[in-house]
């Protein structure tokens, strides 16, 4: 027999929704991936959204504005039966319903009780402090949750030593403790700062983590994306991967380094100074290739906080640094950032260039205290080796291996094709990997007339258009400051949680997209998706789309291992997000038409299926908010004063969004968008400055140069709930629609707009102050197919201080006042 109870703030054991047999479970948003944030318990109890634990006791979570009253939306202590049965089908994780399991709170803020009893009583024990286990954690990690440490706790000394947990809590050491870094720091893998101190770079740093032998490499047979060596080329090794290794999650598909070095230096501890001393850090090219999930430095234990991102980061391990200066040097080559941070406090950026980033040069979400002075940001890199279906093929990695040792012999039939092996798709996946990994980085040409895998490859993994080089994904950025949580979303999705952030002497320049739009497809348990968020490419792996009533899959490598591992794999960390609805499985396998016509459009169970066309465009291959080129995007931040700052060269080359695959939809809706917002396909927008839901003031700031080949062009967006003061902002040279041909603005209609040119757009809901002295300046080279028009007679112009140069660009101003 045993007792169960729960205890609210760990403190009292006391019984809960079922007596005496209460346990903690937790909800499935801490562990699944769903963006769904509604209760469950609602009056409709034949709807799929109800759940009659919904309506459980909730003693840890969050709800609507913090009211406890209210049902809650995520719950991380729910009071369920000790005999609860936990639901194990993988559907139910990547579904956007919910599911429920066993609760251990690693930060006491509820604790399950239990208590074994025999038929005459409770059973006790007497044992002496010292019999007990040493607690593997550090008082830091206690006490930092409002927790008291007995006396007589005993610590684990190794700790916080081995890299098995995160660092105590420490004083300021940047003038006692200063530790000189060379290139000999960085062979095995990321230089993991997890102690207080000054680190000085002694010699440009180039980045190349547990790179093949230059013997291994010279070899004919060299395969750098070989899944049968002893330790996959450029990634943690086994002993380093494992759970108490230095890098751990390769391999278990759980931890920080899940998806390979995603930096070159982590900070994760407070109080620490970086000086560059002049030098460089940059990814090696066949490093930067191999590689796509990297920052330079990133400002934490791990690149993205629980539960969100492509991946499963584990659990009870981040830690977010602050206090820490980052200076006096130059940031090259890295294929995300240069700079990547979450949750950080007190950051100090100074005399940096950072430059040849696929992403961004400086992100940093829910930051405060952020001060960034004499930097150069730009240009971003214009010559991208690869799409991005290439890093999630390399992600894959660690995945096919296992996938090949456990079930390579296992067979898969394809409709209308013949029976194969596991073992043969992944071959040719890796087959045709390698050769875009020769074709970039030795200059091996293959035959483009005759080898059929070279064009599969090319098509895979390579961009040929005009574009090439350009970044494929839906955003390119300068400087980001949003709030908490990656900005993949819609702007002003997260506006929370950053503020007093200081911009001075900044220049931000050459920042270019050119998304190549995919769709979010959706089934009737939400969006479906592969093994790491991404999108199934169905225009590209079908023999034709216009008619989708008779097209066929003829799949490519990528999605014929994936939908492999969808029929041969059951563990929920090896599928990760991977959602192949039934619709799916019957056209890919069994040819199924009618369930292909039902993908193609937006399922509706209480309807016929095919009666509503499919939304989810505005998409990339990540199934990320395209949002386009932007030179400083401003998400939520109060408190913030950009001064002295420099905005040009910013460009978006993408080509119309489809206006067939959804047809005319009003906004994208991939990530929570907001329709005042992104109005419209925005992925062919390029903006100089965006900002929203913001506060401070913005003095001295000059934005040039800011064209789209297709879509809107601005230099300065203010958009809903801002509080902002404008003094000195000079805009000219922004170009809207520069390559639209006078038939394609004949047929433009949703979800394309005609190209609008503004010099400073001011949005409704929003309050803006204009120094009457010199408030907006605007050049004479504001242009596109339309602008966007000033209403203000002369007075009201002088009265808000705009100096408007002549009478054509005076349409580049658009004021309205709240």
Known sequence: FTKFNVAPDCTECVPGDFGDN?????????????????????????????????????????????????????????????DHAVDHEHITCVAHGLTFHPSLSMTGDACTCYQPLESDGVIAYNLAVDALPLVSSSPHEITRYGLVVADNIRFDPLWSKDGSGVADLVDDQRDTNVVYLYNADFLQGTYRIMESGTYIIMEDITFNFNAPSMEEMESETFSPNSIDVDELYWYPTHEQAAHDGVYPGLYNYAGAYTLGFFAGITVECDYVTIDLNGHTL???????????????IELASQIFVPGQGPANWGAGNDVYASNVVIKNGDLGLTSHHAIHGNRNSEITISGLNAHDFDVAGIACNACNGVTVTDCVIGPQSDTIPLLGRYTHSRAYLPRLKQLSDLKGESTVTFYNRDTTTVQVLVDRLVAQMDMAYFHVVNGVEYDDDADEEWLAAKTLFLRTDDASGWMDGGSSYGVLFGGDGAQVVGIGARPDATSNIYLKNVEIFGIYNAVIEKVKFTADFGATRL???????????????????????????????????????????????????????????EGDH????????????ETDKSGSIIGGCGSDIQLHSSKGAIGLRVDGTQNIQIEDVSVHDIYNWATLGSQTWCGAYPGPEVGNEDIEIQYGYTGTRAHGVVMDYASGTLSNVAITNVESYHGEANGLTIYKECDLSLQNVQVDNIHAGTQMSEQQLNDLQLPNLVPRACGVDIRPNTMVAIDADSGIITGENIDGMETCYDQLDEDMILDLGLDVQDNSSKASIMIILC
Not at 25 to 50: A, L, V
Not at 282 to 296: G, I, K, N, P, W
Not at 594 to 605: C, E, G, L, R, W
């Open 531 to 589: 093994i790491f968020f991404d999108a199934m490419d169905w225009m590209a792996t079908e023999d034709q789309v216009d008619d989708v009533s008779i097209s066929n899959y003829v799949g490519d490598a990528y999605s014929d291992v994936t939908f492999a591992v969808s029929q041969v794999m059951e563990s929920w960390y090896f599928q990760n997000s991977l959602y192949v609805s039934p619709d799916m499985h019957a056209h890919v396998f």
């Open 22 to 82: 209460t346990v903690y479970y937790i909800d499935s948003h801490s562990f699944c991936f769903s963006g769904d944030t509604s209760n469950g318990c609602i009056d409709d109890t034949s709807s799929e959204s109800y759940h009659a634990e919904s309506c459980n006791t909730c003693d840890a979570g969050i709800w609507p504005d913090n009211d406890r009253t209210q049902p809650w939306l995520k719950c991380t202590a729910l009071h369920m039966s000790a």
């Open 282 to 296: 940059q990814q090696e090219y066949t490093f930067y290739v191999q590689q796509r999930f990297f920052s330079l």
């Open 594 to 605: 009618t369930a292909f016509m039902s993908i193609f459009k937006q399922p509706n169970v």
